[in-house]
């Protein structure tokens, strides 16, 4: 999920892998695959770089540091 900011500034969360698409109208909208629509305070290039972020931690392991990997063994 992440965080924008509706025109009238009000918060919400969206679940970022519904995004269809976003495009600068001049103000952003989303389009999320279901067909809804909203208009956002971010930017196209603010959008993104939650999603990836979103992405980012998604996809991230859960351990690190020594002996994470099966290849470190004692």
């Keep these: 999920m992440i965080r924008l900011t509706r025109l009238n500034a009000r918060e ?3 679940n970022a892998e ?3 698409f976003v ?3 001049p103000d952003t909208m989303i389009s999320l695959v279901s067909g809804k629509k909203f208009f ?3 930017s ?3 959008v993104i ?3 990836i ?3 980012r931690q998604c996809h991230q392991p859960l351990f690190s540091g020594a002996g ?4 470190n063994q004692s």
């Design 68 to 71: 994470a990997s099966a290849g």
């Design 49 to 51: 770089a939650r999603v």
């Design 12 to 14: 919400f969360v969206v």
């Design 18 to 20: 519904m995004i269809e």
């Design 44 to 46: 196209v290039d603010q």
């Design 53 to 55: 972020d979103y992405q």
């Design 23 to 25: 495009e600068a109208l």
């Design 40 to 42: 956002v305070a971010e």
